[in-house]
């Protein structure tokens, strides 16, 4: 096992693995794989790595010749009075976990080189993908996931890139970004990882006071029981989202940012539930913003 205020399973220990800081050297390192007939996976990450990163890791591991991940926090996609500034970072503790499980890269580039002076190109989907849930509490915010992920995805050249379903909506925004823009990378999305209370992993875990943290999981449990009134046979989504706010108003210390039933493919809003049908919520405890998801399958 390998310790580094977290536990993290070793799933393949790899010695010489390498840090990248430069665009081109990580398109030559690309360039390079390729030639030699290799797979390359890819986990775009912005940092102080945990389990649910690591079981994209493992992922990619499994199916590519040869495992690159990002440490990216990316400021286009921070809005004004966001959390930007309170980002975990520690990329000293990034690297050590990478490197005993099984990453062969850490690309860690700079904003300057990412972002260089007079910047201004930008990739944005439009319609319902981006105007519900999280784009339509944090304006801009996929305006620069997904200027970000193009630009990481013409650098890094992935064969399969890999993300998280705790981030739902990215990773279905992303998903219609590469099949509009024909890109070259197939998009795989793996479970949610969690702690043993429930609690989706996430980096902002890091900022929840103890106080706090004792709170989150209720986030979960509020999903749990969506998932028992649907399993019990209720399909009003107005029900189901009514019982869902009950159970986080009394959690006490949450404030909802959204609570949102919608189709799973396109993110259109749904009365009744049936077919695929994504749950997710975002709340607020203290300052740290945490989001959180189930699918249900019909």
């Given at each position: ?9 070793t799933y ?15 398109k ?11 797979t390359?996976?890819?986990v775009?990450?912005?940092?102080y ?24 926090v ?5 809005g ?5 500034d309170r ?13 005993g499980?099984?990453?062969d890269v ?5 904003v ?20 519900t ?19 990481l ?7 399969v ?24 990378t ?9 702690e ?7 980096s ?5 006071s ?10 979960f449990?509020s ?43 396109d ?14 919520v ?9 989001i959180d998801?189930?699918?249900i399958?019909?």
């Amino acid at each position: 096992m390998v310790s580094f205020n977290l536990q993290l399973t070793t799933y393949h220990l790899q010695l010489t693995m390498k840090l990248i800081t430069t665009i081109d050297e990580m398109k030559e390192y690309s360039r390079e794989a390729h030639r030699q007939g290799k797979t390359i996976g890819f986990v775009p990450t912005m940092g102080y790595l945990h389990e649910g990163h690591m079981s994209l890791v493992k992922a990619a591991r499994e199916q590519c010749d040869v495992v690159v991940i990002s440490i990216f926090v990316n400021p286009a996609q921070f809005g004004p009075g966001e959390d930007l500034d309170r980002y975990p970072r520690d990329i000293e503790r990034d690297k050590r976990v990478s490197e005993g499980c099984g990453v062969d890269v850490v690309f860690f580039p700079s904003v300057e080189d990412m972002y260089p002076d007079r910047y201004s190109t930008y990739v944005e989907l439009t319609g319902a993908f981006t105007d519900t849930m999280c784009g339509s509490s944090r304006p801009g915010h996929f305006r620069g996931v997904t200027t970000v992920v193009s630009k990481l995805f013409n650098i890094i050249s992935p064969n399969v890139s890999y993300f998280g379903q705790k981030d739902a909506q990215q990773a279905i925004v992303i998903k219609r970004m590469v099949d509009d823009l024909n890109m070259d990378t197939e998009i795989r999305v793996m479970p949610i990882v969690r702690e043993k209370d429930g609690l989706a992993m996430s980096s902002r875990n890091a900022c929840l006071s103890e106080e706090e943290r004792k709170k989150a999981p209720n986030i979960f449990r509020s999903l749990e029981q969506a998932e028992g009134f649907i399993a019990a046979g209720e399909s009003s989504a107005d029900k189901v989202r009514e019982e869902m706010k009950k159970i986080l108003g009394e959690s006490g210390g949450l404030k909802i940012d959204y609570l949102e039933i919608v189709d799973a493919d396109d993110l259109s809003p749904v009365k009744a539930i049936g077919g695929n049908t994504l749950i997710a919520v975002a709340a607020f405890i203290g300052r740290t913003r945490l989001i959180d998801n189930v699918l249900i399958r019909r």
